[in-house]
């Protein structure tokens, strides 16, 4: 029997339609801040992520060449694909230009409960804004986006002046040695680190900033930092907005285009892979060939949102089936068709089976049986029955329609 690849899953309809439905909450989150959908390709060419997204990405590459010879990779975040994509195709757009994307990546990690080759990330990118006021209505969107869909979470949001500003000293191979090391919380690898480097001094302020939550604190450990304003501005953008947070200047991100503010969301209820979300301002036009624009964006691991939401994902679609004899079926069909212009599911017979097979069948998927005998059919009716409580009506189709769409609503 072939089985499919590691780290990849099926869904069955009871749980794409919990996913549907989970997406749909997020997407109509951030239609409301006026952000619009876009769609890149499910592999680009190498360079595109190797330029700018990290050792720790890149390592965990799906790369191939097509017969043309091209070197080809499938896309292990979608962010670098929306700025290629900008410019490309809306260089010239006015700004700030509001996106965002729903898709599936792909990372060569070693898979567990939220970690998968193949996962599906929601997200949004805001490019050609410069300010506190866009730093902040990223963070609103993605937490507005996951409070939608029911998570319980917290959210972190810090600024990697703080953590550059103290590793100024290093060369940028260090440095990002560093900021590995800060991302995976991997604090003995981090002393280890600098004291082959001959920094160990640099231990005890890291350690402190990673552990301090307020901006005053920040500031004493880190020093004076250009961005301090903007800082400033975007926290009290957020305490206005009623945003809930709590400041970490432990934030290193595990991709490295990242250049001032970074955010993090996780999962009260997960272990391990907890982080549900992750984002930040960066620019990376400028390495495809474009302007030097400045983005923000975030990423929400969807697959990690439905591992945490569990039973209580969305209850799945009513369904009705519609039960008929042979000489009912004339009206059943015209039944079945006013069901579907109301937009419910209504299901009909295919096996030639009869009313009690019919009805057994239904037992097991149905909410409803819409029943329809020859005695149904002259007198223009339907018998309804509720097939979780057992309660049964004769009404005439319209009313059955109303009936069976009140079910998940009472
Ligand atoms: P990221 O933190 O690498 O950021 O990924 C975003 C989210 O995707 C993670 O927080 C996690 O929930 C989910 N995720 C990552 N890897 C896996 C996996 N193997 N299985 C399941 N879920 C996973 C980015 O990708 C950036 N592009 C975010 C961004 C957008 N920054 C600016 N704009």
């Keep these: 029997m072939i089985q499919k690849p590691r780290g990849t899953r099926d869904f069955l309809p009871d749980e794409m339609e919990a996913r549907r439905s989970t997406e749909a909450k997020m997407r109509e989150a951030v239609r409301r801040f006026g952000y619009r959908e876009v769609c890149t390709p499910e592999f680009e060419d190498l360079e595109l992520f190797t330029l700018r997204s990290g050792e720790g990405i890149m390592q965990e ?58 996962f599906w990330q929601f997200g949004a990118e805001l490019i050609g804004a410069d300010t506190a006021m866009a730093d902040a209505e990223v963070i609103m969107l993605a937490s507005e986006a996951l409070n939608a869909t029911g998570v319980t979470w917290d959210l972190k949001v810090g600024h990697l002046a703080f953590m550059r500003n103290l590793l100024a000293g290093l060369e940028p191979a260090a440095q990002r040695r560093v900021m590995a090391h800060l991302d995976k919380k991997d604090f003995e690898g981090l002393a280890a680190t600098l004291e082959g480097m001959g920094k160990s001094a640099l231990n005890d302020s890291l350690t402190a900033l990673v552990e301090c939550r307020t901006l005053k604190e920040a500031f004493e450990i880190a020093g004076a930092i250009p961005e301090k304003d903007r800082v400033e501005q975007t926290m009290a953008i957020l305490d206005a907005a009623g945003v809930t947070y709590s400041l970490n200047f432990g934030i290193a991100r595990g991709l490295d285009y990242y250049t001032g503010m970074v955010f993090e969301g996780f999962a009260h209820n997960l272990g391990a892979e907890n982080q549900i979300l992750g984002g930040g301002a960066y620019r990376l036009a400028h390495l495809f060939g474009g302007d030097d624009v400045a983005s923000c964006g975030f990423a929400i691991g969807f697959d990690r949102v439905m591992v945490s939401l569990g039973d209580a994902a969305p209850a799945k679609d009513t369904i009705a089936a519609i039960i008929c004899t042979d000489e ?56 309804v029955k509720d097939l979780h409580s057992g309660e049964q009506k004769t009404l005439d189709p319209a009313a059955a329609v109303a009936e069976v769409k009140a079910y998940r609503t009472r």
Excluded: H
Excluded at 86 to 96: D, F, L, R
Excluded at 357 to 372: G, M, N, P, T
């Design 328 to 383: 009912g079926r004339s009206f059943a069909l015209a039944v079945a068709r006013q069901f579907r212009a109301a937009g419910i599911r209504a299901e009909m017979d295919l096996m030639a089976r009869g009313l009690g097979a019919q009805l057994a069948r239904a037992s097991k998927s149905a909410d409803f049986a819409v029943v329809i005998g020859k005695r149904e059919a002259d007198a223009g009716q339907v018998t």
């Design 61 to 118: 590459m799906y790369v191939f060449e097509d017969k043309g010879g091209r070197k080809l990779a499938l896309r292990p975040e979608i962010t670098a694909a929306v700025i290629r994509m900008y410019i490309n195709e809306a260089k010239v757009a006015p700004k700030p230009l509001r996106w965002c994307y729903f898709a599936d990546c792909f990372r060569y990690e070693r898979p567990q409960k939220g970690r998968y080759r193949q």
